[in-house]
């Protein structure tokens, strides 16, 4: 996630600080919308690999823990999904025009 969204930021002329996706918290919610679109109900080791790295230090998740998606949890997730989507259609939409044949 991180490679390509820094390629879209940076194409649009943004960078991660005006995106609440910057955040760990951001990271840990494509990371849990990842597991659980791949029928994944547990954090598994690759996972809390990436939830730590982002946030920078150790988190409280051991492999196996389930993956707990309450009402409050994906109201959260889906505003901080939604917040980088915005951050990355405001750098597309700025972007100059393509000439054909480019």
Request: net charge positive; proline share 2%; glycine share 8%.
């Amino acid at each position: 996630m991180e490679v390509w969204s820094d390629a879209i930021l940076k194409a649009g002329g943004r960078d991660w600080s005006g995106s609440k996706a910057a955040s760990a918290r951001g990271r840990r919610a494509v990371t849990v919308r990842n597991l659980c679109a791949h029928g994944i109900q547990v954090f598994n080791r690759k996972a809390i690999t990436r939830v730590t790295t982002a946030a920078g230090r150790n988190i409280a998740l051991k492999e196996g823990d389930p993956i707990k998606l309450d009402k409050k949890r994906f109201t959260n997730y889906t505003a901080t999904l939604r917040a980088f989507a915005r951050a990355i259609a405001d750098g597309v939409t700025n972007l100059p025009d393509v000439k054909k044949g480019s």
